[in-house]
C-alpha cells in the first residue's frame, strides 16, 4: 500500500512541475495551491468545516490529508470584539466530544484528533473541484507575478508580436506574457499579419484584485499596450534620438492626432546642442524613422522657449518665416484664449489640413488659439470683433478660412478609414 501511495505521490509531484513549468510560476507556490485545493476537497468530502491539513513526510516526500482538532466539551469564551468571521475560523480547531467520538471511540475533551483522510476516497466531483481550485489559484499566482513585474513599466516601449487577432484586441506576445492592444489604442493605419514585430508602449497593468472581469477576455493578460498615446512617441524619441535618451534634450511637451499629425516640443539643456535639428537629424533620418514607424505620421519638432509669446509663435510656425500680424490675450477663460491674425497667405499654413495644425497647437499649449486671416479680421468692425472673440464655443469665432467645418470636423475623413477589425486583418 505505501509504494503505491508512493507512486501516487511521485505522479502528483511530476504533474505539479510540469504546471509550474508550463505557468513560469514556482514550484512552492503551485504546491502551496495544491495543498489548499486538497484542503478544500477533503472538507467537502468529510463535510466537516473543520481544520484540516496536508503533511509531507521529509523521508518518503509521502502526502497525508489529516484532521487535526482539539477535543473539547464545549467551544472556548473568545473575545466579544471579534466578528462572526474570526470567530468561526476559531472553531474550525475545536471538535465537541460527540462528534469526535465518530472519529476515535476513546476521544474526550483535551485529547488531540488526528485522523488521516485517504484523498483517494475523496470522490470524482471532489478531486475535480480540486483541481479547478487548483487552477484557478494558480491562475492568481500567474496573474500576481505578472503585476509585480509590470506595475512599475507603465510607459516603457516595448517590442512584442502578433500572436493572433481578435475582434476588440490584438493580442500581443511580450516575452512570456500575452498583453492586448484594444484597437483603441492602435492607429487606423495600423496593419499586421500574425507573427509580425510590433512596437507599443505599456499602457496599463491591472490589479489581480481587480478579478477576470477586468482582464481580456478569454486571455488572462494583465497586460495592456497603446501606439496612441503620447508616452509612445515620447519613447519613441528617446529610442531614436541618443541626446533624448541621455536627458541632454528634455520633451517638454507632446500633442498628437494618431496617424496624422503631432508636435513635439523640446529643449537643450546643453546650449550647444540644437533641440530641433538633433531630434530631426541629418537629412531627416531620426524623424524619419519615427514617423515610419507611426504610419507616416507627420511630425513638428518645436523648439519650446519659456517665453510662452515666442513658444507659441514657435508652434505655430513662425520660425518658418510665416507672417503674425497681432497676437493677444482674451481674458476671462479657462483654459487661456489667444487670439492669432496672420498674413492672408500664412492662413492655411498655421490652420493645417483640416485644422490639425492649430488644434495641435491648442493641445500642447493648453489654450484656445482661434486664427484670423489680416483681411478677415479687417473686414470686422470693433464690435463684431469683441462678440466674436467673447463667443463662448471658441469654434464658432473662426471665420472664412478657419471656418468650423474646416477646423473641426472630420468625420467624412474618418469614414473613409478602415474600420479596426478590417485594417488589423488588411492582408497588407
Known amino acids: 500500500m505505501a509504494k503505491k501511495t508512493t507512486k501516487r505521490t511521485n505522479e502528483i509531484k511530476e504533474a505539479l512541475e510540469l504546471l509550474a513549468k508550463e505557468k513560469n510560476v514556482a514550484i512552492e507556490e503551485v504546491f502551496a495551491a495544491f495543498k489548499e485545493s486538497l484542503i478544500q476537497a477533503a472538507r467537502r468530502y468529510t463535510k466537516l468545516h473543520k481544520n484540516i491539513e496536508v503533511d509531507v513526510d521529509p523521508n518518503t516526500e509521502e502526502l497525508k490529508v489529516v484532521l487535526r482538532v482539539e477535543v473539547v466539551d464545549d467551544f472556548p469564551d473568545y473575545d466579544p470584539n471579534l466578528s462572526a468571521a474570526e470567530v468561526e475560523k476559531l472553531d474550525?480547531?475545536?471538535?465537541?466530544?460527540?462528534?469526535?467520538?465518530?472519529?476515535?471511540?476513546?476521544?474526550?475533551?483535551?485529547?488531540?484528533?488526528?485522523?488521516?483522510?485517504?484523498?483517494?476516497?475523496?470522490?470524482?466531483?471532489?478531486?475535480?473541484?480540486?483541481?479547478?481550485?487548483?487552477?484557478?489559484?494558480?491562475?492568481?499566482?500567474?496573474?500576481?507575478?505578472?503585476?509585480?513585474?509590470?506595475?512599475?513599466?507603465?510607459?516603457?516601449?516595448?517590442?512584442?508580436?502578433?500572436?493572433?487577432?481578435?475582434?476588440?484586441?490584438?493580442?500581443?506576445?511580450?516575452?512570456?506574457?500575452?498583453?492586448?492592444?484594444?484597437?483603441?489604442?492602435?492607429?487606423?493605419?495600423?496593419?499586421?499579419?500574425?507573427?509580425?514585430?510590433?512596437?507599443?508602449?505599456?499602457?496599463?497593468?491591472?490589479?489581480?484584485?481587480?478579478?477576470?472581469?477586468?482582464?481580456?477576455?478569454?486571455?488572462?493578460?494583465?497586460?495592456?499596450?497603446?501606439?496612441?498615446s503620447k508616452e509612445f512617441l515620447g519613447e519613441l524619441f528617446k529610442q531614436e534620438i541618443p541626446e533624448v535618451y541621455d536627458g541632454t534634450i528634455e520633451i517638454k511637451g507632446i500633442a498628437r492626432i494618431p496617424g496624422y499629425r503631432a508636435k513635439?516640443?523640446?529643449?537643450?539643456?546643453?546650449?550647444?546642442?540644437?533641440?530641433?535639428?538633433?531630434?530631426?537629424?541629418?537629412?531627416g533620418q531620426r524623424i524619419q524613422a519615427i514617423t515610419r514607424e507611426l504610419n507616416n505620421e507627420r511630425i513638428d519638432v518645436v523648439h519650446w522657449d519659456p517665453d510662452p509669446d515666442v513658444y507659441l509663435r514657435r508652434a505655430l510656425g513662425a520660425a518658418g518665416g510665416i507672417n503674425i500680424v497681432k497676437m493677444f490675450e482674451v481674458p476671462g477663460f479657462n483654459p487661456p484664449r489667444t487670439v492669432v491674425i496672420v498674413g492672408d497667405e500664412d492662413v492655411g499654413i498655421v490652420i493645417g489640413d483640416k485644422g490639425q495644425s492649430v488644434r495641435l497647437t491648442s493641445m500642447l499649449l493648453g489654450k484656445d488659439i482661434c486664427v484670423f486671416s489680416e483681411s478677415d479680421w479687417a473686414n470686422h468692425s470693433e464690435e463684431e470683433r469683441e462678440t466674436l472673440i467673447h463667443s463662448q464655443d471658441p469654434r464658432t469665432i473662426v471665420k472664412k478660412s478657419a471656418s468650423l467645418d474646416t477646423l473641426f470636423n472630420n468625420n467624412k475623413e474618418n469614414a473613409e478609414e478602415p474600420s479596426p477589425s478590417e485594417a488589423l486583418n488588411s492582408d497588407e
Open 92 to 228: 474550525e480547531h475545536y471538535m465537541l466530544e460527540d462528534q469526535a467520538k465518530e472519529y476515535h471511540s476513546e476521544a474526550e475533551a483535551g485529547y488531540m484528533l488526528e485522523v488521516e483522510l485517504p484523498f483517494e476516497n475523496f470522490g470524482r466531483l471532489a478531486i475535480q473541484e480540486a483541481r479547478q481550485r487548483l487552477k484557478q489559484r494558480v491562475n492568481d499566482v500567474e496573474r500576481n507575478r505578472i503585476f509585480e513585474t509590470y506595475k512599475n513599466k507603465v510607459g516603457t516601449l516595448i517590442n512584442g508580436q502578433v500572436m493572433r487577432i481578435e475582434r476588440n484586441n490584438a493580442i500581443i506576445s511580450i516575452g512570456s506574457v500575452e498583453a492586448a492592444l484594444p484597437n483603441s489604442e492602435r492607429m487606423s493605419k495600423d496593419r499586421w499579419k500574425i507573427g509580425q514585430s510590433v512596437k507599443a508602449v505599456i499602457s496599463g497593468v491591472s490589479k489581480p484584485s481587480e478579478g477576470i472581469g477586468a482582464l481580456v477576455k478569454g486571455v488572462g493578460a494583465q497586460v495592456t499596450l497603446s501606439r496612441v
Open 264 to 283: 513635439v516640443a523640446v529643449y537643450s539643456r546643453d546650449d550647444r546642442v540644437d533641440p530641433s535639428g538633433a531630434c530631426i537629424g541629418i537629412k
